[in-house]
């Protein structure tokens, strides 16, 4: 009896943990429709893209001023980027912003709480919790 309770439960962690992994390797992005064959994608496109790889290449730097919207603030807060002599700047395909690597699991819980929860309707934004906030608001203001 013991044994054989031990072993259910072994069973069902083990179909957890390959669920969970599976909604992992399919919550690529938050944005990215399913593209056209045609279209060119971020992963192809740019040089350093690790989970919006599926969205076309011309919607990657409209999502990044939706992330800019979302959280008020400017690029700078997840790039460390350097300006050229042409008055370019460079360097967003740098990791050395720990922000960015934030930004990139954020990225990866937002499409999992449109993929894996009904309840959501897919509605599931940065907008949704940061309302403009770097840091979102996580509680309710006192009430007295
Ligand atoms: C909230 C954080 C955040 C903000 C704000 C942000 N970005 Fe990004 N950006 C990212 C992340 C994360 C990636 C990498 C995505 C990935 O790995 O799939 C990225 C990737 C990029 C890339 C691709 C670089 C490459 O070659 O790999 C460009 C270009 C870029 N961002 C430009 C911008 C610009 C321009 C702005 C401001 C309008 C901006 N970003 C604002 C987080 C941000
Ligand atoms: C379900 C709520 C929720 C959603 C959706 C969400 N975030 Fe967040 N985010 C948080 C919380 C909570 C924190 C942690 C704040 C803290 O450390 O105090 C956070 C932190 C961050 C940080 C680190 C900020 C810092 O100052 O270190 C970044 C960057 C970020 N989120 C970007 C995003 C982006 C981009 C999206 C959309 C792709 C997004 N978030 C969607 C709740 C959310």
């Given at each position: 009896m013991g044994m054989e309770v031990r072993s259910v439960r072994v069973a069902v962690l083990g179909a957890l943990a390959a669920g969970l992994l599976g909604a992992v390797c399919?919550?690529?992005?938050?944005?990215?429709?399913?593209?056209?064959?045609?279209?060119?994608?971020?992963?192809?496109?740019?040089?350093?893209?690790?989970?919006?790889?599926?969205?076309?290449?011309?919607?990657?730097?409209?999502?990044?001023?939706?992330?800019?919207?979302?959280?008020?603030?400017?690029?700078?807060?997840?790039?460390?980027?350097?300006?050229?002599?042409?008055?370019?700047?460079?360097g967003y395909e740098k990791d050395t912003n720990k922000v960015k690597n934030q930004a990139r699991e954020m990225i990866l819980m937002t499409g999992k709480l449109n993929k894996s929860f009904k309840a959501v309707d897919k509605q599931a934004t940065c907008f949704m919790c940061h309302h403009g906030h770097p840091e979102p608001e996580t509680h309710a203001p006192e009430v007295k």
């Open positions: 399919v919550a690529h992005s938050s944005n990215a429709q399913e593209p056209a064959k045609s279209v060119e994608l971020s992963g192809k496109k740019f040089k350093n893209i690790k989970v919006l790889k599926d969205l076309p290449a011309d919607k990657l730097i409209p999502v990044m001023h939706e992330y800019n919207t979302a959280l008020n603030v400017k690029c700078s807060f997840c790039h460390d980027t350097t300006v050229g002599p042409d008055g370019k700047r460079t």
